[in-house]
């Protein structure tokens, strides 16, 4: 990897929450302030987005260009606007590791520790959607409107279409911990059993992309198609291109893990460790 640039970045959005569970939903607030430092790759601008989190993991970014993310320790869920306005719309929960949003606005969340994807409709309490899972740990919606969702102790994904649906199996077989989809209908998992990002075709086939990933927690497409893993144990963020290849774009990182991309262009990950999120600027 060519040489890095230490960034030392002001903080975009610092967000501040009460130490209690059960803290009610609505506004929370903002300052600002200065993180750690961290090595990222020429030509690759990073700032803090989010900080002062609890257990940050699961980034989200949705249309408008709002980042929601799910608070593992905080058993919350936080959507912070552009401008800096952060609110809770989901608290009391256990252990959400991940989220998604369908088309009608209604948010999905992976509760770890119930084994339960569950459902926010607006305005109302959360409802389990689907239980009896094996620590369920990410999800997200597919073209065709199935939920496909990551158990990692089950080792397995399973797409679902309704509220109780069994679901069908996508993929068994090793520890999955993020999934990202492409073009021609292909799932890309991260396998953290066996340290590799593969590919799962329409049919079922099976092939590795990219192997020696140490603790893989997440995977996003890029708009060039390269693919940006989350290196865990390593406190590192892969580019992986579709050969195999890979190079460090960002390193001295705290458990970084669910890279996502909005519709600029620009990547967000989460820092669980430290308790943050960073949005990266650069040519993707």
């Known amino acids: 990897m060519a040489s890095f640039t230490t960034v030392r970045r002001r903080l975009v959005v610092a967000l501040v929450l009460a130490c209690s569970a059960a803290s009610a939903l609505g506004q929370v607030s903002v300052q ?3 993180g750690p430092p961290v090595k990222a790759a020429p030509g690759l601008a990073v700032t803090i987005f ?7 993991r699961g980034v989200l970014v949705d249309r408008r260009g709002d980042v929601w993310v799910a608070e593992e320790a905080g058993g919350t869920i936080v959507k912070i606007s552009l401008d800096g306005k952060a609110s809770r719309v989901a608290a009391g929960l256990e252990g959400p590791h991940d989220l998604d949003i ?17 459902i926010v409709r ?13 620590s ?6 597919n073209a065709t409107g199935e939920l496909l969702v990551c158990e990692l102790v089950g080792a397995r994904v399973r797409a679902y279409k309704f509220p109780g649906d069994t679901g069908r199996m996508v993929v068994q077989g090793f520890r999955p911990h993020g999934l990202a989809f492409g073009k021609d209908r292909a799932v890309f998992v991260t396998d953290t059993s066996g340290k590799r990002l593969v590919r799962v ?29 989350a290196e865990r144990a390593a406190g590192r963020l892969l580019r992986v291109k579709a050969n195999g290849d890979r190079s460090v774009i960002l390193e001295g990182l705290r458990s970084p893990r669910d890279p996502a991309f909005d519709a600029s262009g620009n990547l967000y990950i989460a820092e669980t460790d430290a308790g943050r999120i960073l949005r990266l600027a650069g040519k993707f």
């Open 32 to 34: 600002q302030g200065v």
């Open 50 to 56: 989010a900080t002062q989190l609890r257990g940050p």
């Open 102 to 118: 369908d088309s009608q606005g209604n948010l999905y969340v992976a509760e770890t520790a119930t084994g339960r994807v569950l």
């Open 122 to 134: 607006p305005g109302r309490k959360p409802e389990t959607y689907i239980e009896n899972l094996v």
């Open 136 to 141: 369920p740990v990410d999800l997200a919606f």
């Open 201 to 229: 075709a329409a049919d079922g086939v099976v092939q590795t992309v990219a192997r020696d990933i140490d603790t893989p927690i997440g995977v996003a497409i890029g708009p060039s198609g390269d693919f940006y893993v």
